[in-house]
Every structure is written in C-alpha cells, then in structure tokens.
C-alpha cells in the first residue's frame, strides 16, 4: 500500500491544505478516520473542493464527531466510544492520502493516540510543521516521537511566511528533507496550490519505509 499518513506538529497548522496539495500532484484517494466538528465544513468536503477529487475518491469517515476538539473528547460528548479496529483503512485502489486530527500525541481512546493509528496504518509520514516562531521545538519533538516508534518518514511540509532560518534548523537537526514549503496565500484554490511543485519525488516518498 502507498500513500501518505498527514499529521501535524500543532492543530491549524495546515493538514488539510497539504492533504489537498499531495492530491493535486498525485493520483490517489483522500480519507479522513475521525473528523471532529462539522461546521463550517468537513476536512473531507475541504479536500474534494480544493483538489476537484471525484466523489469516488473520498473515502467516508470512521467517525463523524460534531464538536471541534480533541477526538477523544470530541466522542465522550458525543457518547460514542471510539474502537481502532474501525479505523481499518477502507478498501480503495492505488494511493491514497490519510489525514490525522490534530498532532501526534492527541488521545483517540483511553490508551491509544494518532500515532498508533499512524503505527497501524503503516504509510510515509509527512509531518505538516508551521514557518513562524516555536516550530523547531515542536518539529524536533514531533520528528523524534515518531523516529522512537520506528515508523517511515517521508518529510516535512512548512506553511507560512518563507523564514529561511527555521527551516535550515529543522532540516540541520530534524536530519529530514523539506518536501514543499506552501506560504500564505492570498486565493486559496487548486490552481495556486497546483503552482507550488514539491521540491522531492511524491511517488517515491510514498513507498518510503525506515
């Protein structure tokens, strides 16, 4: 199986975008397991707009959770219990494109959290990382929760205004290649993410294993 798990050093930092740009410039199915909070728009609807996927190519939630939190919180207001047998990535052909909510370290059940989902689906992480003040930290950190559990890395997309210093240092002590650097943008749609090539090979990162 090839594709990409998205996850992100903080939540708002950019996932669905990145979701959406991969999507652009590869052929392949988006999934979203746990979406937490509906409104005003599903991650997935976001991603089939941006990407002018196909209907058939959003795979449909896990776990449709109406509140925009944490997931495990997100349930217990819900009063549903999440299991990670469901979490199982659905049937689907070629490559397809995972996102995460929120970081690495976020609870989904009393003792698991989206790192083991990310641990049990088994694709190239990319790790979404922000340009502005406090991203080293928090990529290093995220960079080496995931390098502990052995999983695959495929690199680091930053978004924000272009701050050369911080992404020397993540690239200098992460020991990790920047896939794309996406700034802010003033029209967000497929055209101006289309304009921003990935400066590794997709197709390649997307069968990276440890």
């Known amino acids: 199986m090839s594709g990409f798990f998205v996850t992100g050093t903080d939540t708002d930092v950019g996932k669905t975008l990145v979701s959406a740009w ?5 052929d392949g199915s988006y999934w979203k397991p746990v979406q937490a909070g509906t409104e005003p728009s599903t991650d997935s609807a976001t ?11 959003i795979l449909p ?9 944490a997931p ?13 047998q469901k979490l199982a990535l659905p049937p689907n052909d070629g490559l397809v494109v995972v996102e995460g909510a929120g970081g690495l370290m976020v609870p989904l059940t009393e003792d698991t959290y989206m790192i083991d989902l ?20 928090h990529t290093l950190l995220s ?16 978004t924000g205004p272009e701050t050369p210093h911080n992404r020397a240092a993540i690239e200098r002590y992460g020991q ?16 101006a993410l289309k304009a921003i090539e ?3 090979d997709l197709l390649k990162l997307a069968t990276v294993r440890p």
Do not use: C, F, K
């Open 72 to 84: 495990h919180e997100a349930a217990r207001r819900a009063e549903i219990t999440l299991d990670m």
């Open 143 to 158: 960079i080496e929760a995931i390098r502990r559990r052995g999983l695959p890395l495929a690199g680091v997309v930053i």
């Open 61 to 69: 939630e896990a776990y449709l959770l109406p509140e925009p939190m």
């Open 198 to 200: 990935p400066e590794l």
């Open 47 to 57: 991603v089939q707009r941006l990407a002018d996927l196909p209907v058939g190519r």
């Open 22 to 26: 991969l999507l652009i410039h590869l």
């Open 176 to 191: 990790i290649e920047v896939i794309a650097e996406i700034p802010w943008l003033e029209t967000v749609d497929r055209a």
């Open 118 to 137: 990310a641990a049990e689906l088994d694709l190239p992480i990319v790790l979404v990382a922000r340009s502005t003040l406090g991203t080293i930290n």
